[in-house]
């Protein structure tokens, strides 16, 4: 049985494919956003949350680009969360950054939850 993919994701996203999750620590072990899940898996770091990214879609646009991003069961957008976030002098490093839940990214916000 196969998951029904909706048409629609994350930010007005088109589905265009399910891809192997294997690429996330191969093919795109270096890309910009998808190398924190690779380095630092798939869970969510939102406190007593225990979302885990479950899929990685290829998904376009409304100008016609493509976009990767891991997704939870239930197609909820995993975010790159900022540990110290850059408006109080967080930086861009594999260090200063987590996975985190769109639910719980939006709870954050620009709040330091070490």
Not at 84 to 100: F, R, V, W, Y
């Amino acid at each position: 049985m196969t998951t029904p993919f909706p048409k629609k994701l994350g930010h007005n996203y088109t589905f265009v494919q399910a891809l192997n999750m294997d690429l996330l620590h191969s093919k795109y072990a270096t890309h910009r956003r998808l190398r924190v899940f690779h380095h630092k898996g798939l869970a969510c770091a939102g406190k007593n949350c225990h979302k885990k990214g479950m899929y990685l879609i290829k998904a376009q646009n409304t100008s016609g680009g493509f976009h990767l991003d891991i997704y939870t069961d239930n197609f909820e957008l995993m975010t790159i969360d900022h540990i110290i976030p850059k408006s109080k002098g967080g930086n861009d490093h594999i260090e200063n950054l987590q996975p985190m839940c769109h639910t719980c990214n939006y709870k954050k916000a620009d709040k330091h939850d070490a």
